[in-house]
């Protein structure tokens, strides 16, 4: 008993660390976008007027977006700082089906699986109208 009371106490000592520093990176990510973006936006007078909608895939915002970064602009460092920040729950849950797998724990597992299946379905099927 001893030794699963262990494996739970690493668990979650890894799961919290997880979430803590997913956190602080894309923290870090996004300050540094905001950084660049400010440095090479700072004389720029901004336009309010109008708002351009575009409908895009999220394949062709992701590709877009490492191109971007890979080119050193602002918008899209921060952008892969928000996705980060997206992502830390996201990996949370796989690493919880992993360690649920490990004991197991197929109810739980069943579950992790249907949420992980949620959120894909949302992901890449929802509407934003």
């Not at 899209?76 to 360690?99: C, E, H, Q, W, Y």
Request: hydrophobic share 55%; with cysteine; proline share 1%.
């Amino acid at each position: 008993m001893e030794k699963d009371q262990i494996r739970d106490k690493d668990i979650q000592y890894v799961i919290g660390n997880l979430l803590r520093y997913g956190v602080w990176i894309a923290l870090g990510v996004a300050a540094l976008g905001g950084l660049i973006y400010l440095f090479r936006h700072d004389q720029e007078i901004v336009h309010y007027g109008s708002f351009v909608e575009q409908d895009i895939n999220i394949f062709v915002l992701i590709r877009e977006m490492f191109q971007d970064v890979s080119k050193g602009k602002g918008e899209s460092v921060i952008l892969l700082g928000i996705m980060l920040l997206f992502l830390t729950p996201i990996l949370r849950i796989i690493f919880s089906l992993i360690a649920f797998l490990f004991e197991k724990d197929y109810l739980y597992v069943g579950i992790t699986l249907i949420v992980i299946g949620i959120i894909c379905f949302s992901v890449f099927f929802g509407f934003a109208h």
